[in-house]
């Protein structure tokens, strides 16, 4: 199998602050999202909603990369 590599630019729809790429999974193109700042003007109290921190991760480490299908 030959997977493309798809690049998603994930951009503020806001304030179209670049918000870096992410895996487009075979969709390519632009995602929009809110970065911190807008989220906090258009969701006041609802805590911005971090995404894939893999620096946190409580409990022991389990190794990646075992298919599990
Ligand atoms: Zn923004």
Known sequence: MHEK????????AS????????DGEGAEGVT????????????PG?????EETPSRTPGPDRPRGDGDA
């Open 5 to 12: 590599k798809t690049i998603l630019k994930i951009i503020c």
């Open 15 to 22: 304030c179209r602050k670049d918000m870096g790429e992410k």
């Open 46 to 50: 609802i805590p911005y909603p971090e």
């Open 32 to 43: 929009g999202t809110f970065c911190k700042e807008c989220w906090d003007r258009q969701f």
